[in-house]
Every structure is written in C-alpha cells, then in structure tokens.
C-alpha cells in the first residue's frame, strides 16, 4: 500500500470542463458511458492523462470521435493513462465501461441497496463508477441521464434539474438531469428505486420557490415528518445566521438502509443512513430525534461549506467538515440548549477525539499523509476540527466571524480551496492578529494545560500562569506553542462574577469591564495579572470550552464544589462536576486496586445532591450533571488502564448516589412521566431526560422494588424514549426479568429493522459478565447480517465499546473481533477498519492484555487479500 503525502500536492495537468454521464441500468450489469470536454492546464502540454479507476471492465475510449486501439492507451488494475492527447485547448473524451453493482458489497460507488440503486462517492468511489480524474480540484458541470426498468425502478434521480424524462421501449424509461453548478465528483449520486417522496416547500428569502422531497420506501413516509421538520428549520437558519441561501428549485433527500456513513449531502440528492431520517414517537428515541435534526442540518448546511466552496484536495477535509460541524452544532444550539448541546459535544470530544490524540492514530486536523482516505473521517478532522472554528468565533466574536464568512464567500465561491484560505479570510475580514493559531491544522495532540493561580492581597492583584505541553504524537516528537483562548471569569466569595477591570500581561495593560475576558495564551510559560482584585477569587476557566485542551488548575476540591454551586458559566458548573467526579473515581480505582475498602466523599453526594434539586435548573442540565464521566474517560487518564477497576468503581459510585439520594431520584421520577402525547421540544426532552436518569440509578440498586418500577415504566411508556430507557436500565441486571423483557421488545419491534438495531446494541453494550457469549448467539440471529454496516456498528461497534467485556482477561472479546474483522475485510473494507480500530489503544492496557490484543492485530495483518483500509489502522497500531 501507497502512502499519500500533503506535501506532495501538485495542479492536476488537465481539468473537465464538463462531463455528461449516462448509465444503463441493469440487473447483471450496468453500462456507464461519460463524455467529457477536457482542457490542458498549460496549452499544448504533452503530459499523460491519469485517470482513476476500480473494479471497472473498459469496454472503449474514445478521443475526438476517434477510438483509441490497444496500445495507445495503458489500463492498470487502478489506472487509464493516455499518453498521448490532442494539442488543443479542447478535447473530447469518451469511456465506456461496465460495472455491477448488485456485486458491491463495498457500498462505496454505485450499489443496490434492498433493491434500489444509490450511490456513495465521497472520498473516491467515483472511481469505481468510471474512469475519472478522482480528486475534489477537478469540479466540472454535469449531467446525467439514467436509463432503467420502469416498473422496478419508477424513480430516477441525479444531482441538479429534471431536464427530460420519457418511456424507451422495452418497459425502460429515462430522465436526464442537469446540474447548473461545477462540482467534484465525490458529490455525484445517482438513485433510481421504488420510493415514495414526503413533498414540501420551501420560500427563500428572495422568494425563491423550493421544491422538498424526502423519498423512502412507501410504509417509511410516515416516518419522514421530522426529517421534513428539520431541512425546512435548516434552510431557515442558514438564511437568518449566515445569510445563505438555497440556490437550486429542488433538494432531494433520500434514505436506504445501507449505508457506510450518516449521510452524504451530494449535490441537490443528499443520500441518508435511513436512520438518520426516519423517526416516529413510537420508533425513535430522543437522541435519534435530535441526531435527525443534526444531521439533516449538517448535510445541507455542506450546500455552502464544502460544495459551493470544496475543498482542494482530501488533506483538506476538515476545511469543509469541521466547519459544517460546527454550524450543525449551532444550529442545534438555536433550536434547543445552548449549554446542554455543548455539554455533549465536549464529551463526545473527550470520549472519543481525546483518545484519538493520544494513541497511534493521532494525526492533526489537517493530516500530513494518508494510505486511505477513508481512515480519516474521524472525530479530529469533525470535531476537533469544529474546536478549531469555534475557536475563531470565540476570538472575533458573531459579527467578526460572520464577516470572515462573507469574505470565504465572496474570494472563493465555486472553488476547491485549502484551510490556509479560510484562515486568511476570517483573518483580513477582521484585521486580526492571529499570532501562532495555524499550528492547530498542522500539530496531532491534545494540549495539556496547566494553571496556577496566587493572589495578593496587598497589592489587590490577582495572577494565572499558564503552561502549555502538547505531548509528543507518532511522526511528530517535539511541538511549538499553540494559540489558545482563555476565557475567563472570576468569582466572588458570594459566587458572584467579580467585574473585570484591566489585566497584564507581557508589559501591556488591557482595559476590561465585563464579568468575563479572553486571555490569548500563545508562548509555552506566560503571566496574567488582574488588578483591582478586593478578595480572593475563585477563577472559572475555559468558559464554555474555550480551546480543546486538557486543562490541569491548582483548584481545590472547595473551589470546584464553589462553582458546582454558583459559577454563572453553565457550562462550567457542569464541569466543576466532572473535574470533582474524574478525581474521586480515579483515587477510588486506586483503592479497588489495593483492595482497600470503597468509601464515597459525602461532600460528593450533598454537591450533586443540591443540583438534583435545584429546580432553577434546566432539568437536561441536571441529568447531564448527576451523570459520571464514563469508564473510557476515567482509563484514559490512568498510566496503565485497568477496566476491571474502573467499571466496579463507577458501579459502586453510582450504586452509593442511588441509594444516599434516593428519595429524590424517586420524586424526579414520579413527577417528571409523560401524560400527554410525545412532542420533541426542549422542554418534554428535558422532563424525559431527567426522569430516565434517574430511573436508571434506582434500576442501578437492584432492589426488586425498583426493578418493578422500570418495569412499570416499561409498560405504561408512551413513546419509544422512556420505553427503551426502562429496558436499558432492566438490561444491566441479569435473571429472568431481563431476558423476558428483551425477548418481549423483540417480538414486539421484530418488523422494524431500526428499533431491532437497538435492541442489538442494548445486549452487545451490556455490562453483564461473559457477555460475549451472547453477542456471539446473535450473530447467528435472524435479523442479523454482516453487510448491513449499522448492524455491523450495534452488535460489533457496540461489543467493543464495553471495557469490562471487550478487554475480558481471558482475551475472549479480542479473539471476537479480530474473527470478525477478517470476515467483514471481504465484504466491506471501510467498515471493517472502523472496527479493527478498538483495538488500536492495545498498549494502554496490561501485559496480558497486550499480548492478547497484538496477537489479534498480527493474526489480522496476515489475512489474505487485506484492504489497504484495515492494512493502515492495523499497521499504524502495531507500529
Ligand atoms: N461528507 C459526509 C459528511 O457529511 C461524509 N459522509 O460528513
Ligand atoms: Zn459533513
């Protein structure tokens, strides 16, 4: 395998000017013809035309009309390379081959999925459609005409305008779109299927007339109302915050239920995950609600972050993605809470991008090389990555950070670009100083932060020092300092913030007067110094999560205690908890260790005690303050991580919580069940949120007079929410109650392929010991298949993300997935790399475990026939 460096990056010799596709669809074979109008970079350059190509038998090219022989072209198992090309500022080329789609399991290019036709080009499956240049700086103008039964397939579909469409004889039909904008060919799609659309409209702003559709299969389009909910509250958004507008008369969603990836915002024809779409009260959960609303949003808002303004080459991803996280992130924000929404999206960082950072896939933002572009969609190049944008928006403010979009915009608008462009846009618009901000896209690593705080009483003043260590990552032993953004408050003795009135730092003197400033920490040391300090502060840092870093304070266990209580940061209440938490779990994990009894600090159980009955408080704030760092989180921060321990320590904190607060948690959950019909707003998700959680920590104490209140809750529940939680809570004690509820759930979801998905992920997750025996069973169960990827990611994926059970002592989980990860490598090579990826921290754990976890990847990196997507994480681990 071929690895591909950044570095290396040069201008493409030929662009496409246009291309016009036409595909033949058939049930043994697909004919694609493409015609395309190529111009040299350089007038009458002499340079070969490379073109891409995979798992594509060429039936003829054709140049100016003209075919081409054996021998005046070259065809690799990868490659056309025509050596020799006309010396015109135009030419026109022809190529038709044959593909097969209903033999690609890899569902990247074009396959069939429950009997339709999609597409998923997005990085390079373009080229197992047709010989192309396959890199996003090649944007041309398309069209597409698709040709296929018209009983089977009814619906053809492509990117742009419905141009023409008509009957051929033999029961075939046709339609030919036409899309007005350029663009590159990872954002073609083709669907053609028996589906059904959900229609609506949509009025811009300058009264354009939008026309919506949401196309399933017939028995789904009840299940599309939210997904309909969603785009239109996306395209409202767009236009009230950045000013964007839809620019085509049709957008097109359609959902399959195989699929690699959420979803994919192809020009015009999103493509979806189905379970990125479909949603009712009685099928869906409030968290699949509120991913629905993301992500619809995330793929339309790539209309303008990544296809009106794409990105120069694969490098460059996070150019598009990490940007379009984040306006999925606000728009969420808008539509619910501001400070819950960050609350997750800091965990989720935390939970998965952390680890990343630290282990041997770290890569930065922008990564310097890659053997399989695939490999890098990844919570650094999202979510990081959407840190890093947040991060301008922090230093400039709404307005600031809005007018450095204008000016995206306005420089590059229909062009492939880098991250230094968006950069030098948010950077000219404002005139800002952005000091050394670019080492974010070059540097892998999570910064460790420390702080150390003093104050002088005498002189009034109040000082933070800061330190910065961003630890040595593969390929990259030694950083520079980077610029972080401090935002801090500082808090009076009654838990009010003090008014800030100037701070120095370097010799200068920085007038303030608001409760809260930014601090541009940008050397490895420096000193900030408040004045006109009249008592001893306790300072609030990193408000609202100012930079993705791990921050170390000198803060004592009052301090945090005294801004779980007051700080008017919310987001950092929620953190003083988690800081409290993450210190007493590990010193219990050391304990567990020595076999020393488990005590639980009172103080912990009064702090989260008073959250839990604060009723000023949001109630899905509460739940997420009341809920524990999860176990990844508590091993992370060990030298050597020890699952055993931590998973009986998280049990006995949470047991202990359950049984101190219990009268509480029982209230919350009396007072907080659903009497009307499910509505998704903040407020009911909240109630919902809240009450599961504490259903949860009663289930937790295995008393029978809870485990008949889940049960209870169970039964009486009226949407999918509060059902499924009193089943997760009944799922984690093992007996008979536990098997015949699942197997009731079963019976009563078996026709609904999406809730059975959950009913995997339930029992493959679950604590329960010996647990793999169990997901084995169900590998053998009939709604099981190993090529439907969402399957694949909740019985596998969810197999892996239990430590207690994956990392057993015996090796048991391990041999479990490195088995799998062979099988699934033949069939479907992206998303077997997702899974061979839990093991890629195997050396965080003990010698045992090391061995076992090696022996696996060694087993795997022997396997015949490995993809170079496996071959890399498998590599990379071992390395
Ligand atoms: N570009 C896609 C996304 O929206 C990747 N599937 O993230
Ligand atoms: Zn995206």
Redesign the pocket.
Known sequence: PKEIFLKDYTKPDYYFETVDLSFSLGEDKTIVSSKIKVSPRVKGSSAALVLDGHDLKLLSVKIEGKLLKEGDFQLDSRHLTLPSLPAEEFFVLEIDTEIYPHKNTSLEGLYKSSGNFCTQC?AEGFRKITFYQDRPDIMAKYTCRVEADKTLYPVLLSNGNLISQGEIEGGRHYALWEDPFKKPCYLFALVAGQLVSRDDTFITRSGRQVSLKIWTPAEDVPKTAHAMYSLKAAMKWDEDVFGLEYDLDLFNIVAVPDFN?????NKSLNIFNSKLVLASPETATDADYAAILGVIG??YF?NWTGNRVTCRDWFQLSLK?GL?VFRDQEFSSDMGSRTVKRIADVSKLRIYQFPQDGGPMAHPVRPHSYIKMDNF?TVTVYEKGAEVVRMYKTLLGSQGFRKGIDLYFKRHDEQAVTCEDFFAAMRDANNADFANFLQWYSQAGTPVVKVVSSYDAEARTFSLKFSQEIPPTPGQPTKEPTFIPVVVGLLDSSGKDITLSSVHHDGTVQTISSSSTILRVTKKEEEFVFSDISEKPVPSLFRGFSAPVRVDTDLSNDDLFFLLAHDSDEFNRWEAGQVLARKLMLNLVSDFQQNKPLVLNPKFVQGLGSVLSDSSLDKEFIAKAITLPGEGEIMDMMAVADPDAVHAVRKFVRKQLASELKAELLKIVENNRSTEAYVFDHTNMARRALKNTALAYLASLEDPAYVELALNEYKMATNLTDQFAALAALAQIPGKTRDDILADFYNKWQHDYLVVNKWFLLQSTSDIPGNVENVKKLLDHPAFDLRNPNKVYSLIGGFCGSPVNFHAKDGSGYKFLGDIVVQLDKLNPQVASRMVSAFSRWKRYDETRQGLAKAQLEMIMSANGLSENVFEIASKSLA
């Open positions: 997005e990836m959420g979803a994919m915002e995330h793929e790539h993605e379009t969609y």
